[in-house]
C-alpha cells in the first residue's frame, strides 16, 4: 500500500472510526484501525464487534493494498503533523508515516486478521437525516442495566407510511412516531441505544440528507449507510414489551404548562426528594397544580406551578428524575401531562410537536 492525502482530509475519519475500537478483547486486532487503499479511495474501519464502521475518503494511491495499525497511535500521530500533506506505505505488517521532516515506523497487524464488517444485504429503507435525528429525544429512556438486554435497545419498526420508535426502562417510555413515504416497506428490529449514539455522531460529521437502514444477509445486524459512512451493529434478540398497552387511555386530569416553569419546579422539589426516593407528589385541586416533596431530616417544600388546569381533583406521586428527563427532552416551550388515576401513567406531550410522547409510572404512596 502505498499513498499520499491531506492531513486535514486523514483526521477527521480516523477520528471518528477510532470511536468504535479499544474494547476489552484478547484480539489484539481489535484495538486496530484498518486501512485498505483501493479505487483511488482510502477505507478506513474500526470494529468492537458489536459496532463497526467504515469510512472512505478520496486520495493519491500509487500501490493498492492495506493492514491495520493501533488506532490511538495512529490518531495521535496524524492529529499532530498538523495540516500538511501525509504519506502512508506499508512493508509488510510496518506502515511508514511520512509528512515533511517527519517520519514514522508503526508496527502492526495483517490485515487478514481483521473482522469482517457486514453490509447491506437487500435495498433497505431511506429516509431524510431529520428522522433519525429526533430519535434523540426519546434515547433517555431506553435502560443502561444489562438486566434485561431488550430494554437497552430501541425498537424500530417502519410500516406503510410511518416509523414509530420506542425506549423503555419498564419505568418510563418515550415514543417517536415520523412520517415515511407511502408504501414504505415493513421494518421491524431491536438496536442498541450505543448504535444509535453513534449514528448520531456520524451524522452530525456527514453532509449527506438522506439515509439508508438495512440488514445484512443473515438478519442478525443493522446496517446504516450515511454519505461516505457505513455503521454495522449488532442487533438485541428477545421480545419487546407491547408499548402500546401502556400508553393511557383515559383522562381524568389535565394540565398544560410553561415548560421552563414546571422544570424549575421539578429541580427545586428534588432538593428535598433526594434523600427520600426521589420522590415529588402532584396535587391537583381546585383548578391548581402544586409539587410538593419532604424529607424527614430536612425539611418540605411545595410549590403552586401556574398553567391551564382541567379534570378532577387528584393527587399521584413520580420519580423527580424521570419527569425532569421527559420535560427537558420535550422540545417546545410548554407541555401538557394529562393524568389518568393516582396509580396510572401520566402522559407527558410537547403542545406543537407531533408525534412525541412519554409516559411516567407513578409511585405507590405508603
Request: glycine share 6%; proline share 4%; with cysteine.
Amino acid at each position: 500500500m502505498k499513498l499520499s492525502v491531506l492531513q486535514q482530509d486523514l483526521l477527521p475519519p480516523l477520528s471518528a472510526v477510532s470511536r468504535s475500537v479499544g474494547v476489552k478483547s484478547t484480539l489484539p486486532v481489535l484495538d486496530n484501525i484498518f486501512l485498505s487503499a483501493q479505487d483511488k479511495k482510502i477505507k478506513i474501519a474500526g470494529t468492537n464487534l458489536e459496532i463497526g464502521v467504515i469510512k472512505q475518503i478520496p486520495a493519491d494511491i500509487l500501490e493498492e493494498g492495506e493492514i491495520t495499525v493501533p488506532a490511538k497511535t495512529i490518531v495521535e500521530l496524524i492529529s499532530g503533523i498538523g495540516s500538511s500533506k501525509v504519506e502512508l506505505e506499508s512493508r509488510g505488517d510496518v506502515l511508514e508515516i511520512t509528512s515533511g521532516k517527519f517520519k514514522a515506523t508503526v508496527n502492526g497487524i495483517s490485515a487478514s486478521e481483521f473482522p469482517a464488517i457486514p453490509l447491506p444485504g437487500s435495498e433497505g429503507i431511506v429516509f431524510k437525516k431529520d428522522v433519525l435525528v429526533s430519535c434523540s429525544q426519546i434515547l433517555f429512556s431506553a435502560a443502561v442495566d444489562e438486566g434485561r438486554p431488550v430494554l437497552t435497545g430501541i425498537l424500530t419498526h417502519a410500516s406503510k407510511d410511518k416509523l414509530d420508535l420506542v425506549a423503555t426502562d419498564g419505568f418510563r417510555l418515550a415514543h417517536r412516531q415520523v412520517s415515511l413515504p407511502e408504501n414504505t416497506k415493513e421494518f421491524k428490529s431491536l438496536i442498541p441505544k450505543k448504535t444509535f449514539e453513534e449514528v448520531l455522531r456520524v451524522i452530525s460529521e456527514e453532509a449527506a440528507e438522506q439515509i439508508s437502514i438495512a440488514t445484512s444477509v443473515n438478519q442478525n445486524q443493522i446496517i446504516f449507510s450515511i454519505g461516505q459512512t457505513i455503521v454495522s451493529s449488532r442487533l438485541i434478540e428477545g421480545q419487546f414489551p407491547s408499548w402500546e398497552k401502556i400508553i393511557p387511555t383515559q383522562l381524568i386530569t389535565r394540565a398544560v404548562v410553561d415548560k421552563d416553569q414546571i422544570l424549575k419546579a421539578v429541580k427545586l422539589a428534588s432538593v428535598f426528594a433526594r434523600s427520600e426516593a426521589n420522590i415529588i407528589v402532584f396535587k391537583v385541586s381546585e383548578g391548581k397544580l402544586v409539587l410538593e416533596s419532604s424529607a424527614k431530616e430536612l425539611g418540605s417544600q411545595q410549590n403552586e406551578v401556574e398553567g391551564q388546569i382541567e379534570g378532577e381533583d387528584l393527587q399521584v406521586a413520580f420519580n423527580a428524575k424521570f419527569l425532569q428527563d421527559a420535560v427537558a427532552a420535550s422540545p417546545t416551550s410548554q407541555v401538557m401531562i394529562e393524568l389518568s388515576g393516582q396509580l396510572s401513567a401520566a402522559l407527558i406531550k410537547p403542545i406543537g410537536e407531533q408525534g412525541l410522547q412519554y409516559i411516567i409510572m407513578p409511585v405507590r404512596l405508603s
